[in-house]
């Protein structure tokens, strides 16, 4: 695991998201890419942006530790219109077949999905959202096109998934979500989420963005390993990291918990042994605790997903997260 210093941000150090009071006054603005070296990256993790977005991943990783999938929660009418509207966008891959075409590069027919949610995605928000905050919709836009992947180079990565947090982050900001869907953020909406992203990946072959081949935990997520890992945490069924090498319990639980649904995940797309298609992974499933790797996910995403140029010199900012020290 990565050992960079980070803010800590522990159960005891919350102090919830702050919400936009006077939405009618704030401006908003279209997000855009900000950061282009090593010097920005610097003072992105030095900003308020960059501690706000830990703070608010290691809240919800803490809101669903000891908690499986079934887990019953509040369910509201925001998270379940949110849920239908991931469903909806997810009918139009049923309506965009792949191309008859070689899939090396990733199938060209996901353009033409992508266009698809270009075109709808402002009146999906504006079905969404009451008429108070639809002046937000152009930096809710944006995060949620980019959570879908990148239509020029037809590929998909941890940057991207990192954009869907951000939406669900800026949801929370605008006050449509409140602290009380924290749970239903990850178990419902989530995890929808990564139903939706996975058949992108499957359908259209979208590459892998800034893969680290074997070593890499998933060529394309990283987000549901930390709060997948906090799930387990007190399990009842007695899974241990080491279990994940286990087919058996991988099949019977992977329903139930992100990490384990992760492992089944990349043993359906991946050929040949775990511990040969997934090195850093079978290391891990070496640690002592699921809250050892709890914690030391949320160190490698520090590392390995924030502190990097090449991803994060993608990420936008607007004024919901802004690029300020």
Not at 145 to 154: E, I, P, S, V, Y
Not at 168 to 189: A, H, M, P, Q, W
């Amino acid at each position: 695991m990565a050992t960079t210093q980070q803010p800590e941000a522990t159960e005891h150090q919350h102090f919830g998201v702050v919400e936009i009071k006077d939405l009618e006054n704030h401006k908003f603005i279209k997000p855009v890419k900000v950061v282009t070296n090593e010097d920005d990256i610097k003072k992105f993790l030095r900003s308020g942006a960059c501690r706000d977005l830990l703070e608010y991943i290691q809240t919800l990783s803490d809101k669903i530790k000891s908690k499986p999938n079934s887990t019953k929660t509040q369910n509201s009418n925001e998270i379940k219109n949110i849920v239908s509207m991931l469903n909806e966008i997810s009918v139009y891959i049923d309506n965009i077949p792949p191309l008859a075409q070689p899939m090396r590069y990733g199938n060209k027919a996901y353009r033409t999905f992508y266009q698809k949610l270009l075109d709808n995605v402002e009146e999906l928000h504006k079905h969404l959202l009451p008429q108070s905050m639809h002046s937000s919709i152009i930096e809710l836009s944006s995060y949620l096109m980019d959570a879908m992947g990148n239509q020029t180079r037809l590929d998909y990565g941890t940057g991207h998934e990192l954009h869907f947090v951000v939406w669900t982050y800026c949801l929370r900001r605008i006050g449509f979500l409140k602290s009380t869907d924290e749970e239903d953020i990850v178990l419902n909406v989530f995890t929808t989420y990564l139903d939706l992203v996975r058949k992108l990946q499957r359908v259209y072959g979208l590459e892998p963005a800034g893969t680290h081949g074997v070593w890499s935990l998933d060529d394309y997520q990283f987000i549901p390993f930390i709060w997948g890992a906090s799930q387990l945490i007190g399990n009842p069924f007695d899974i241990k990291p080491a279990s994940v090498t286990i087919e058996k319990v991988v099949d019977q639980y992977y329903k139930e918990y992100l990490y384990i649904a992760c492992i089944k995940y990349i043993n359906t797309v991946k050929k040949g042994p775990f511990h040969e298609h997934s090195r850093d992974l079978f290391n891990i499933s070496g640690a002592a605790s699921w809250q050892k790797i709890n914690t030391g996910m949320m160190k490698k995403f520090y590392d390995d997903v924030l502190s990097k140029v090449p991803i994060i010199q993608h990420f936008l900012f607007g004024s919901l997260i802004s690029f300020s020290v």
